[in-house]
């Protein structure tokens, strides 16, 4: 079964550091995709990243980047130049080929501090 | 693009009552819909899988005659939770997505927290 970890239930950053968000995987498939997404206080969840398990490069969305090590299985968010609107939990989630449902990690809360 | 709009944002009803909530695709058709549960300081819950046209997939320990699923369109899927009580309070929201891949990015609704008394 798949399974996705988040060790870090909260992280702080000063505003403009970057920042890492942790997130391991467990799976046997060697089809999936790893996505991060972004969710507010407000309650809705904002999609920030996809990293397809194929994809050689890393992926990058603006000031966001996954470290994608498939060896070590992990798929770390990195955020640069952290504003105060990043504050927010951050959920890493993966699916497979053949299988849409979304696992979620129990997700990390960011606190940018200015 | 890739907007998922969810309504009511918020509700609050009597113990007994029932409560639909909409998702909607505004920009995309999508084939498969999801429906989650969040509690407090939590991770997401999935609660079913929603095709159009056809009979919603629940997740282990899920109620069908609990969470009714309906996806009549592309761009409509509706939970409704019947006869609410306090313990079905939560929030509960919305993804769709446009492809059949495992792989396909869901696109979540803002979500409806649902308070019942």
């Known amino acids: 079964a798949q399974k996705i970890t988040q060790t870090q239930p909260g992280m702080f950053v000063q505003e403009k550091e970057a920042v890492t968000l942790d997130c391991t995987y467990d799976?046997?498939?060697?089809?999936?995709?790893l996505f991060w997404y972004k969710q507010p206080s407000s309650g809705e969840m904002i999609f920030l990243i996809y990293?397809?398990?194929?994809?050689?490069q890393n992926a990058t969305e603006g000031r966001y980047s996954l470290n994608f090590q498939k060896a070590r299985k992990s798929a770390n968010l990195v955020i640069s130049a952290s504003q105060l609107g990043d504050s927010a939990m951050y959920f890493c989630?993966?699916?497979?080929?053949?299988?849409?449902?979304?696992?979620f990690g129990t997700g990390t809360r960011l606190l940018v501090s200015p | 693009g890739a907007v998922v709009s969810q309504h009511p944002s918020r509700v609050i009803c009597k113990s007994g009552t029932s409560v639909k909530i909409e998702c909607r695709s505004l920009?995309?058709?999508?084939?498969?819909m999801f429906w989650y549960r969040q509690f407090p300081k939590q991770s997401l819950m999935l609660m079913a899988t929603?095709?159009?046209?056809?009979?919603?997939?629940?997740e282990q320990g899920v109620e069908k005659d609990k969470f009714l699923i309906n996806h009549a369109s592309l761009t409509l899927s509706t939970l409704t939770v019947t006869s609410a009580h306090p313990e079905d309070s939560s929030f509960y929201i919305c993804?769709?997505?446009?492809?059949?891949?495992?792989?396909?990015?869901?696109?979540f609704g803002p979500g409806t927290r649902l308070t019942v008394l």
């Open positions: 993804s769709a997505t446009s492809g059949v891949g495992g792989t396909d990015t869901q696109y």
């Open positions: 799976t046997s498939d060697q089809s999936y995709g």
């Open positions: 990293q397809g398990s194929y994809d050689e």
């Open positions: 989630a993966m699916t497979y080929t053949g299988f849409q449902k979304l696992v």
């Open positions: 920009d995309f058709q999508a084939t498969t």
């Open positions: 929603s095709n159009e046209g056809s009979k919603a997939t629940y």
